[in-house]
């Protein structure tokens, strides 16, 4: 393994956009070779994110929603944030409950994950939902959301699919497969 490298000194932060879920700040850096740098990163909430791979019995449970960002309905795990005051643990059986109308009884943390660290200060959880039970919330999406359950076995044929490319759901699924054992 490398030496631990110093970290840049940071010599002025400046927001230059916000909207009402990210702002953009500048940060002006000095590494220590002395080289200046501008660099932009989208900050968010800093409340945390969290992403459930639900098993019951022999199936995943995934759910297909609408995304803004790409235009599409796209195929992914339950996931959503952290309120304030909330556990992660907590959001993430909430989020269960919210989207595909289940709660679960053992939830194992997998990993907590980066989303894009050179722009974006936010991690997200990654949570193994088991022994799931039927338990709905009402929750903030503007249509429901289409539960579609995937046999365990399968799970490498998701791969292949052009509406399940979400990087954290691909991560998820390999986390999950890791730690069920699947082959």
């Known amino acids: 393994m ?5 970290k840049p000194e940071i010599l002025h932060t400046e927001v230059v956009a916000k909207s009402r879920l990210f702002q953009i700040e500048q940060v ?21 994110a969290v992403m459930v791979v639900p098993v019951r019995g022999e199936h995943l449970l995934l759910a297909r929603e609408y995304a803004a960002g790409t235009d599409n309905y796209e195929l992914g ?20 409950q919210e989207e595909i109308g289940f709660a679960a009884r053992k ?25 799931l039970y039927e338990s709905c919330l009402e929750g903030d999406e503007p249509e429901p959301i289409e539960v579609v359950p ?34």
Do not use: C
């Open 2 to 6: 490398g030496e631990r490298r110093q």
């Open 28 to 48: 002006h850096l000095r590494f220590a070779n002395q080289v200046e740098r501008y660099y932009e990163r989208m900050k968010g909430s800093n409340r945390g």
């Open 77 to 96: 795990f339950p996931k959503g944030l952290v309120d304030p005051g909330e556990l992660p643990a907590e959001a993430a059986n909430r989020e269960l």
């Open 107 to 131: 939830l194992t943390l997998l990993k907590e994950l980066s989303l894009a660290p050179g722009y974006f200060s936010s991690k997200m959880q990654i949570f193994l939902a088991e022994d």
């Open 150 to 183: 995937w046999p365990l076995e399968d799970w490498q044929q998701l791969l292949e699919l052009n509406d399940f490319s979400e990087s954290r759901s691909v991560s998820a699924l390999f986390l999950a497969q890791k730690h069920l054992n699947l082959k």
